[in-house]
């Protein structure tokens, strides 16, 4: 197994860059294709003007079970309007063209499988993608594609959650590459009342700062406003927004402007 | 036994596993725990067979179906009468052992899915029974269908929560239960009815039916002298649980043939189908690697069968196992056909089969011409038609 040099890659440059600033990472999560195939590119590269530091491009899935209401929503817009592996690729290439923001691939493992494993690590690499997250592969599981996204020099970003032990933390951190995702919540994704997730999540961030200490640590689920990041990713690297977002678009699109209103959410998710 | 499957890791052959997001590894393992824990205790395993002899009704008759065996006059044809537990079919056998294993974990809240509405009707009432809180989640379509089970599951005290997303069957039941499971891992407990899921899912449904099986092996001895095997096992399968059930007891026994036969829906050939085994190719939902209806993209297809309980696009992963290993023989069999098979149980033997058992029933025409006088065939009757009666005067 060739092992590409990942010291170049864009997520270990983006953590190592702020390593020492006390700005904290943004990462956004967005359904490829949602709300529509033609506005993906735009909305990506508006994000990174706009202070998003990350980006994780949802697969669409027809059968997202660890997703709420929002982003089940906006993957079935996303299929019915025809996304397929390759047109993400495409969308990610384009994106390349014009801008250097760490792109992360983000979905359930039955796509990946029907495209083929070997295929689908080699041309993520090819069109310029940074890493993956697949939430369905746990570390029991992760021979299905550990090796192959190694080879091209895919990070693969695991999770934990408020329930992992501290051991399996430490385990999770050993193998985990580009950062750790924290999920913050037990549940399925979807923007919550800032009270629940505050109250129980103190907890859970310690024993992450005491567990994950090899990787950056990313935290997410039921972010939705600046407050609860800097709240919540007080003690974090950065953070990650993904229903709150859809949910903007949704109620935005398609109205006259209704990019820069998404745009201007974006904004103040970072900075307030 | 030489057969030992599945490994420590779940997996029967290249098929099963644990693809669930991280928050619910930590619950399936304290699951499996408990579970091998239940298993080797002499206790638990009586308090679980207690219950099946006193309030399910076993053991379960092995009927000689003399009539149906006159009409193809060929080899002789015992049904296995799943119909009469308590509740109407098999899926008790499991909601029995799971419910035990639940309080045994001291989980107070059951959730579950149902497709048909016979597990939820099983889970139903074994929450009745034990007094523990019951949620299932049934898709809209699928109680349309089944109005009898709805109602018979709100009686016993179930909440019945419809599913709304995608095909309203039961993949979308399941992707509900799932989501509730992952939010309320604390104190919930998912009582999942068939064959599939993640391990150990899989195995655990599978060793709380093969009492099937097991009675199966002895009451055809009693009826047909010592040693005496059947030359052919014949089951339904949509998630695969009730034809695990009869098969695993004789899955060493090579001289014993098994059939597996699942929904072709319109036919196999069309995309009004649920046979999987057929048409699927390999692929990932509900936690495990198996066959599964899914177009070229990953993006699963829906189902279809006139049988709400075979309406489901994946099976369980051993059975995916045991078709690649060419011990279990899975064939198709139409709407139409299981309609045909629905009147030939009721006219000549005067038991009306649940619309799922009526596949395993149909297969009889093809088969029974192959077999010879003295042979035994096996047909487990997984269920009974009265919850299909509304599908049934329909389709005639």
Request: charged content about 25%.
């Amino acid at each position: 197994m060739v092992k590409k040099n990942t010291q170049q890659n864009r997520i270990n440059r983006l953590f190592k860059q702020h390593a020492d600033s006390p700005e904290k990472i943004m990462s956004l999560f967005l359904t490829a294709g949602y709300p529509d195939p033609e506005s993906t590119v735009d909305l990506i590269l508006g994000f990174e003007e706009h202070g998003t530091d990350l980006v994780e491009l949802g697969m669409p899935f027809s059968d997202p079970l660890a997703d709420g209401p929002t982003i089940q929503y906006s993957s079935n817009v996303a299929i019915e309007q025809g996304i397929t592996m390759s047109k993400i690729f495409t969308m990610v290439r384009q994106v390349r063209e014009r801008s250097d923001i760490p792109i992360i691939l983000m979905g359930y493992i039955n796509p990946v499988l029907r495209f083929g494993i070997d295929a689908f690590c080699e041309e993520a690499a090819a069109a310029g993608v940074d890493g993956l997250i697949i939430p369905d592969i746990p570390l029991e599981e992760s021979g299905i594609m550990a090796d192959k996204a190694a080879e091209q020099g895919l990070p693969l970003v695991y999770l934990v959650a408020p329930n992992t032990p501290d051991e399996r933390m430490r385990k999770i951190d050993a193998l985990s590459e580009g950062f750790v995702y924290c999920v913050s919540v037990t549940g399925v994704t979807g923007a919550r009342e800032g009270e629940e997730v505050a109250q129980s999540v103190q907890r859970f961030i310690d024993r992450v700062k005491q567990n994950v200490t090899r990787n950056p640590k990313m935290v997410g689920f039921g972010i939705k406003s600046h407050e609860d990041a800097r709240r919540i990713a007080a003690d974090m690297d950065g953070f990650i927004v993904g229903s709150a977002l859809i949910d903007t678009i949704r109620e935005s699109y398609p109205r006259e402007g209704w990019k820069d209103e998404v745009f201007a959410f974006v904004h103040s998710l970072k900075y307030g | 036994m030489t057969y030992n499957l599945p490994t420590k890791k779940g997996y029967f052959g290249s098929f099963g596993g644990k693809f669930v997001p991280e928050i619910l590894i930590p619950v399936l393992e304290e699951l499996e725990k408990a579970y091998d824990s239940a298993w080797k205790d002499e206790a638990f395993r009586n308090d679980y067979l207690d219950l099946l002899d006193d309030y399910v009704g076993r053991p379960t008759k092995l009927t000689h179906a003399n009539r149906l065996s006159e009409y193809y006059g060929k080899a002789k044809i015992y049904l296995k009468r799943e119909d009469l537990c308590h509740t109407g079919a098999h899926k008790i056998n499991n909601a029995i052992g799971q419910i035990l294993l639940a309080r045994r974990m001291g989980k107070q809240r059951i959730i579950a899915e149902t497709g048909a509405g016979q597990h939820g009707v099983a889970t139903a009432t074994a929450c009745a029974k034990f007094g523990v809180d019951c949620i299932v989640y049934m898709g809209t379509e699928d109680m349309e269908r089944q109005k009898l089970n709805v109602e018979r599951m709100q009686l016993l005290g179930a909440e019945v929560r419809p599913v709304e997303s995608g095909s309203k069957t039961l993949k979308d039941a399941t992707n509900e239960a799932i989501r509730d499971w992952v939010t309320n891992v604390e104190d919930t407990f998912y009582i999942i009815g068939s064959a599939v899921g993640p391990h150990p899912y899989p195995m655990m449904v599978r060793n709380f039916q093969r009492i099937i099986g097991d009675e199966t092996r002895r009451q055809l001895m009693e009826a047909e002298g010592e040693g005496t095997l059947p030359d052919y096992l014949l089951a339904c399968v949509g998630g695969g649980s009730n034809a695990i059930g009869i098969f695993y007891p004789f899955i060493d026994d090579e001289s014993v043939r098994m059939y597996g036969l699942e929904a072709a829906g319109l036919g196999a050939d069309t995309d009004q189908t649920a046979a999987t085994l057929t048409i699927g190719r390999p692929g990932v939902l509900h936690g495990s690697l198996s066959y599964l209806l899914h177009n070229k993209e990953g993006q699963i297809q829906l189902a279809h069968s006139i049988s709400a309980g075979l309406d489901y696009p994946g099976i369980g992963p051993e059975h995916a196992y045991l078709q690649d290993s060419a011990r279990v023989t899975y064939a198709p069999i139409t709407d139409e056909q299981a309609m045909e098979g629905v009147k030939l149980l009721s006219e000549l033997e005067g038991i009306i089969p649940a619309l799922e058992t009526a596949h395993a029933i149909a297969y009889l025409e093809e088969l029974m011409p192959r077999t010879r006088e003295g042979e035994i065939v096996v047909l487990n009757c997984s269920g009974r038609g009265d919850k299909d009666m509304g599908t049934i005067s329909e389709y005639i």
